[in-house]
């Protein structure tokens, strides 16, 4: 079952008890013309492939540890670090234990 997205106004916690951070792998909590944010959570070992997307984004490391691997060389993110990556920029994610984290993705119109 899909989880609704926010609307204006509405709020979310982030900091879902452990027990419940792997049942629900990614959530986008809202989405908009120009905005999109999505949690997600990966079990230890877990990862995501080399991947990009057209609009610049940031990454906040809610809980745990994980691993960002960019063409400079990978970014190790704890709990509470934020990392911006412009647009366009290929990134692989690698969970280095259970982790929480808050994509912030702006969406960019690409012309037709």
Do not use: W
Request: hydrophobic share 45%; net charge negative; proline share 6%.
């Amino acid at each position: 079952m899909a989880m609704p997205h926010l609307r204006s106004g509405e709020m979310a916690n982030l900091l879902l008890p452990e027990a419940q951070l792997l049942t629900v792998p990614a959530h986008a909590l809202f989405k908009d013309e120009h905005l999109e944010v999505i949690r997600m959570h990966l079990a230890q070992g877990r990862s995501l492939p080399s991947h990009h997307v057209q609009g610049p984004i940031t990454i906040q490391c809610l809980s745990g540890e994980v691993q960002i691997e960019l063409q400079a060389g990978p970014r190790i993110m704890h709990a509470g670090d934020l990392l911006y990556l412009e647009a366009g920029l290929p990134h692989a994610v690698t969970a280095l234990s259970d982790t929480s984290f808050l994509v912030t993705i702006v969406l960019l119109k690409v012309a037709s």
